[in-house]
């Protein structure tokens, strides 16, 4: 009876939802039609009609926001036909759109050796970090619903550099270690990793080189880890995993913003182009910190997203090195506490890097102390190096 109660209330709730989405878009949908005459032919404007609808959308985010609320209310986990799931709190995205097959992992293994290959003839330290990622959040069984293979090529990719005796850091399995909960590794609401997570691993990747003989400047390092000397501006944190389903499908996120009480001094330069002197918030953040917008989305806060090189230069440095970092967007929040104890921290993105030697230009041009490798997801082992 409790059972046929809640189905009737579920449905009626799911009629009341649809009903609001219909009225408040009649003119939406009016609107879309009447663009057609921006179109040549039907064809391109069908093909079109998605986005242009999407774009007039009236109250769009509230009725997602009742969407997700109705999915909290009949406790369903799995949604958008088997692409997302809700456990433990945390909103997983399927991988199965990535294609990873032998093949495939063949060629990611050769690559990584290759950057190794080319950084020992350069007489340069290689070290490759695994930061935590979508699969360390599930259950096998979780993974195996959600057709997940990224750990797959990243199980692969260490055997193969342990194999070959190369600098290997687990971020994952180190702070797990630690007991540290999956709660401070991993966002609740994005793909990406706390900024726990990429505090510890700045740190965990100064300690690795300097066993393997890349020393820092002790003061130095204490200084810029210890979160006393920085303020700290905690703010809701709305990530990419629940704009499908609303902000209360889950508990939402806390983004910490970092910026040094103590004394800074940088440059950003974009290609040879010098676009920025300043603090460290002036230079290294991007101004979110002063915006009022709850929907921000706090990454790329640090760093130059959708650029494939760009290199921050200390200028309050004396002692520091070089350094060549290969990652994606998982390390934006790594790579900016690097700026704080490195002469000059170069970063390659090879998601947008369009020229097929670029890797080995940038080798040419600088004298590097030490190449970093990150890879939150396998598409960055898809860019052109």
């Known amino acids: 009876m409790i059972l046929r109660i809640n189905n009737y209330i579920t449905a009626i709730l799911f009629v009341i939802i ?6 408040s878009n009649l003119n939406t949908l009016k609107k879309t039609i009447n663009e057609y005459n921006e179109y040549r032919n039907i064809s391109l404007y069908l093909k079109s009609f998605d986005g242009i609808y999407k774009k007039n959308m009236n109250h769009r985010e509230k009725i997602i926001d009742l ?6 209310i009949i406790n369903k986990k799995i949604v958008l036909n088997f692409e997302m799931i809700k456990t433990d709190g945390f909103v997983v995205f399927s991988e199965k759109n ?7 992992i063949s060629k990611i293994n050769n690559k990584l050796l290759t950057i190794s290959n080319i950084a020992q003839e350069h007489k340069i330290p290689f070290i490759y970090i ?4 979508a699969y360390n959040k599930v259950t096998p069984e979780v993974a195996a619903l959600l057709k997940m293979k990224e750990h797959i090529v990243f199980n692969s990719i260490q055997k193969i550099l342990l194999k070959n005796n190369i600098n290997y850091v687990d971020i994952y399995n180190i702070l797990k270690n630690k007991n540290i909960s999956k709660e401070q590794i991993f966002y609740k609401t994005d793909g990406h990793n706390s900024t726990y997570t990429e505090w510890e691993t700045a740190k965990l990747i100064i300690d690795y080189m300097e066993d393997i003989g890349i020393r820092y400047d002790y003061d130095d390092v204490s200084k810029v880890f210890n979160k006393n000397n920085y303020q700290i501006i905690p703010r809701d944190f709305y990530g990419n995993a629940i704009r499908a389903v609303g902000d209360y499908y889950t508990k939402r ?9 103590y ?3 940088l440059e950003l330069y974009v290609g040879d182009k010098k676009m920025r002197e300043g603090t460290f918030k002036e230079v290294v953040m991007n101004g979110y910190e002063t915006m009022n917008n709850k929907r921000l989305y706090y990454i790329t806060n640090y760093g130059q997203y959708s650029e494939s090189v760009y290199t921050y230069k200390n200028l309050n440095i004396n002692n520091g090195h070089n350094i060549l970092y290969i990652c994606d967007s998982f390390s934006l929040r790594t790579i900016a506490m690097l700026t704080l104890l490195n002469k000059n921290v170069t970063v390659f993105d090879p998601r947008f890097n369009k020229i097929d030697d670029l890797f080995v230009k940038i080798l040419a041009k600088n004298k590097y102390d030490a190449i ?3 890879a939150g997801t396998v598409r960055i082992m898809y860019g052109k190096f």
């Not at 969407?67 to 909290?72: A, E, N, P, T």
């Not at 695994?130 to 990622?133: K, L």
């Open 18 to 23: 649809l009903l609001v989405f219909f009225f």
């Open 67 to 72: 969407y997700g609320i109705l999915l909290k």
């Open 98 to 104: 990535i294609k990873i097959d032998n093949e495939s």
């Open 130 to 133: 695994q930061p935590p990622y």
């Open 253 to 261: 996120d806390v983004y910490e913003i970092f910026i040094p009480n």
């Open 263 to 265: 004394y800074t001094k």
């Open 372 to 374: 970093l490798f990150s």
